[in-house]
């Protein structure tokens, strides 16, 4: 479990530290993938529960406002790689 969740953080990073085509509107989706596949450990894990929250609650902390940013969303949305299909937030697809 340790390795699993491990390498989730640590292909989040690897995304967001690029050096070449990475831009700041990959930020969303990629914090927003990283939650979901914490979340998903989350409920199947037993044993490493403190190992997880630990990094959604830093991501939370770190990045929450972030998350309710209209101009990173419209960011990530106008990306082709990306469009809606990072978020459900109904006021994300609207706009």
Same mark, same amino acid.
């Given at each position: 479990? &340790?390795?699993? =969740? ?10 967001? +530290?690029?050096?070449?085509?990475? &831009? $700041? %509107? ?6 927003? +993938? ?5 979340? @998903? ?5 037993? =044993? ?13 902390? @770190? ?10 969303? %419209?960011?990530?949305?106008? $990306? ?16």
């Amino acid at each position: 479990e &340790y390795c699993i =969740t491990m390498k989730s953080l640590l292909k989040a990073s690897n995304i967001l +530290q690029s050096e070449s085509s990475i &831009y $700041l %509107a990959w930020l969303l989706p990629v914090i927003h +993938q990283l939650q979901f596949q914490l979340n @998903r450990l989350e409920t199947s894990s037993q =044993t490493s529960l403190p190992l997880i929250r630990a990094p959604q609650n830093g991501l939370q902390k @770190r990045f929450g406002q972030m998350m309710e940013d209209p101009e990173l969303a %419209a960011g990530a949305v106008l $990306l082709p790689k990306f469009k809606t299909s990072w978020t459900d937030k109904p006021d994300v697809i609207e706009a």
